[in-house]
């Protein structure tokens, strides 16, 4: 996902108004199918109509004391420019550390659009 954001720019979704973004979020989640720890990176686009579309990887785990004390949180990348600072926190993260030692339950690749 990091890769397909440096080299790759979507047609009417300005980086300046924040139109082309990345998200990094992790933490124990209950979504109806019973609780697991998730890794997920998504790629934002909002387009000039205020169009929100999302394009998100999604790793489950099984819920642990390891993944319990890594907690919850999010982490923006606003423009390419901040793209390796991302990559730096995303790969030196408890939660990236944690889930690259497991093994997914499941693994998702989901586009949604508003």
């Known amino acids: 996902m990091l890769a397909f954001y440096a080299e790759e720019r979507v047609e009417g979704c300005s980086l300046d108004e924040d139109g082309d973004m990345l998200l990094?979020?992790?933490g124990t989640n209950d979504w109806g199918e019973g609780e697991a720890f998730e890794f997920n990176i998504t790629r934002q686009f909002i387009n000039a109509k205020d169009?929100?579309?999302?394009?998100?990887?999604?790793?489950?785990?099984?819920?642990s004391k390891g993944t319990r004390a890594v907690g919850a949180g999010i982490k923006w990348c606003e423009s390419p420019d901040e793209l390796e600072k991302f990559r730096?926190?995303?790969?030196?993260?408890?939660?990236y550390k944690l889930a690259?030692?497991?093994v997914p339950t499941a693994v998702t690749l989901e586009l949604t659009r508003s």
């Open 100 to 102: 690259t030692a497991l």
């Open 51 to 63: 169009e929100v579309s999302q394009l998100s990887l999604t790793y489950r785990f099984a819920v």
């Open 88 to 95: 730096r926190f995303v790969s030196d993260s408890k939660a």
């Open 24 to 26: 990094y979020q992790w």
